[in-house]
Every structure is written in C-alpha cells, then in structure tokens.
C-alpha cells in the first residue's frame, strides 16, 4: 500500500453557530418583571432548607451506622460489615456535597446582591456562608463580578479562558496545510499537532479527576485557568493582586480574615474529634462541594460549539449567550435531575438567565429562563447543553484543546486542529441574528 500523501487534507462539517446582536432592552423585557423581585425572607427559607437536609442526613447516619453489626443484621461475611458502613458514609458525603453546593449558590448569589434588597444583609450572609465553605467570600464577589461583565472575552474574562496555540507551545499555524477556522487540514499538520497534544483516554481522565478535585483551590491560589497575562503569584488573598483595585484591600482582607477563622475551625475540631471524624463528616464532603463547583461551571462555559470573543467582535450579550444551560446529574434519569436542581437550586439548568442579569434570584430563575427561551427561539437560539456528568467533561475536555492567536470570534479546535463548529450569520433576523448551537455528541 502506498503511503499516504502528508499534504493530503481532511476536511469536516462544521456547525453553524449565528453570532448574536439582540439588543439587550429586547432579552431584559421578555423577562417578567416580578423576577427581578428580591426577599431576603424567602432566600434565608432555602439556606433552612438545605440546612435541615444536611442535619437529618447525618442524624440518618449516625443512627444506622451502629446497627450495622452482627448483633442486628446477619451478612455472609465479616468484611461486608465494613463496607456496608463505608457505603452508608459514602451516601451520606455525597447528599451532604450536593445540598452543601446549594448553600455554596445562595452565597453566590449574595454576591451578586440577588439575596436581598440591601447590600449589607447580602454581604453579612454571604461572607458567613461563603467562609464556612473556604471561600474568600469579597475576593472571589469581585473577580467574578468581572466575569460575569466579560463572559468569554479572551483578555478580560477571569476564569476558563482557552490557552491559544502559541501560549500551549504548539506549531505555528501553517496556511498551506490547514485553515483558520479548523474545518480542513492535512495529514502533515494534524500529525504535528496529535504529536505535540496528545489524546489518550487515560490521560484525559487523570486530567478530569485533577481539574475536579484540584481546581477550584489551584484558581484561587494560583489563578490556575485565569488570565494568563496576570503576573506570576497572582491570587485571591493578596489584596494588591491586580483583579482588585486599592479601595477593594479593607473587603480583602475581611475575606482572609474568614479564611483564617474557618482554617482555626476545621484546625480545632480535628483536636476535639480526630481527623478521621471530620474528614468523613465535612472534609469529604467539602471536596465534593468543589468537585460539583468546577464540574458545573466549567460545562457551563466550555464546549466545542461555545464561542470566545476578542475585543472588536464582543458585547455584554454575546459574552452573556456564550454559555449553556445543562442538567445537573440529568444523563443518569428524571428523577437524579430533579435531585440534582433542587439541591444546587437550579444554577446549571437557568445559567444563561443568570448572566443575562445576575440579581434575578434562584427562585425567580426559572421562569426567567422560559421566558428567555421563547423569545431566543424567535432567533434560532437553542443554549441548552448536554447534561453535567463525569461522562460530558470527558467529552468537552477531549475536544476543547486549544484557540488560534488570530481571530475575532474564535471556536476550540481538538488534538487534531479541527474546530467543530464555525462562525456564521442568520440572514433573516438582520441585526437580531441569534445563536444555533448544535450540541452534539463529538
């Protein structure tokens, strides 16, 4: 058989994605004014809520996990008594994880002043909640205030924002072996670039178990997935770290200073109860609060068909619609999505709600986000995504690879410099052209 010809291209369909220029008064009047309506009464009911859940399953808990002994229940063999208390513990970190992420949401929303009418209950409640969950509560209210103003801008968006080619060390981009927009490439620069990127299933699963479990703590430390131009040592608890300006140290510092009081916590409960004990009972469920933190959010604003903007082409709405509404647990059945919304409070089924205006409470989020999707539906809008799952990140972090250093509105290419989807615009809607995102299985 003769050997392939490296100029030899492949070339791929690509799915249209319209650009967006609906006028922002347009995608703020579809929305029903009573959902702008904020009640610090009705917000304080649902951090009961998930407080009551989170007690009575570790009351549950601690109840059954003493009957499981010879002497109350007959099991075949020895060994399944401890497996059976560490399934009971496993289901009790997991449901403690999801309903604490809820807890995790409402500070959030505290941040966004959307707890409450006044400013000082927002920020007393959130800072309390926010510092209980290691969270430096003004630190991260300001730089993801930023985001939220700069969705997907390549330069000024503070969190997921794509390495380009050149910052990942990879070959210059030739022109005679591919194009810009990654639907046609040869042989030569597709084997140069698998060469340098890589795509093994195992790796990018250890690269999912770390960005999981490591990376909401490496973002605030090291502002790992940040702004790459940020100077080196850029975190969130130095309060001259360039996201903040010189009016923002006092506020940083009150974010340290929860910090410092939740470490002395967790540093003196060890010494009451033992390690062991407040690892099983917080500290496991803490890791799963930042597992479903970064599991959410990056699905949120990472996927093939997700555009990024540079500064000619972006505008607050873009960077708004640049995002994706996914069901939570949604791929394992009705009834595991349904748990999954009502314990975080819907934050990844009404996500584009949210950034379309930040201060619409979780409660009202909802019929926001039906309210949007009629309206965007008139512009062939779809921002729904597939749902959040360890099966989903696989998929978005094999495809998401890598941006070009050139272009205006730009896609992720994969390991072999393809880019799924391609820019494009809807004719019949003028200046109201909307998105068409194809969310398909890659």
Known sequence: MAPKDPSARTTIQQAPVVIPDIPMKDILGAIP????????????????MDAVVIGCVYTATRYLDPLITPEHIELPHPYLYTALSF??????????????????VIAHECGHQAFSESKTINNAVGWVLHSALGVPYHAWRITHGQHHASTAHMTQDQVFVPRTRSQ?????????????????ISIKVMDELYEALGDSPIGTI?????????????????????????????????????????????????????ILLWLGAVGYSISQWG??????????????????????????????????????EFTFARGAMSTLDRSLLGDLGSVM???????????????????????????????????????????????????????EIFRVMSQCRFVEDEGEIIFYKNSRGFAAAKTAFNDNTASDSGVE?????A
Request: with cysteine; proline share 5%.
């Open 206 to 258: 250890v690269d999912c178990l770390r960005y999981l479990l490591g990376g909401w703590p490496a973002y605030i430390t090291m502002n790992a997935s940040g702004q790459t131009h940020f100077p080196k040592g850029t975190n969130h608890f130095d309060p001259t770290a360039v996201m903040f300006r010189p009016d923002h140290r006092s506020q940083i510092i009150v974010s340290n200073v929860g």
């Open 168 to 184: 990942m060390g990879l070959p210059e981009f030739d022109p005679n072996g591919e194009d810009l927009a990654g639907s046609s």
């Open 337 to 391: 999505g349904w748990l999954g919304a009502v314990s975080t409070h819907g934050i990844a089924e009404t996500h584009v709600a949210h950034h379309i205006s930040s201060k619409i409470p979780h409660y009202h989020a909802w019929e926001a986000t039906y309210a949007l999707r009629k309206l965007l539906a008139k512009h062939n809008m779809n921002l729904q995504g597939n749902p959040v799952g360890w099966r």
């Open 437 to 441: 995102l194809f969310d398909k299985e």
């Open 275 to 312: 390690f062991f004990e407040v690892f099983r009972v917080y500290l496991i469920p803490y890791l799963w609060v930042n597992h479903w933190l970064v599991l959410i959010t990056f699905l949120q604003h990472t996927d093939p068909i997700v555009p990024h903007y540079r500064a000619s």
């Open 87 to 104: 399934s009971l513990w496993a289901l009790y970190t997991f449901f403690v994880g999801l309903f604490a992420t809820g807890l995790w």
């Open 33 to 48: 004014a009573h959902c702008f309506q904020r009640s610090a009464l009705r917000s304080s009911l649902y951090i009961v």
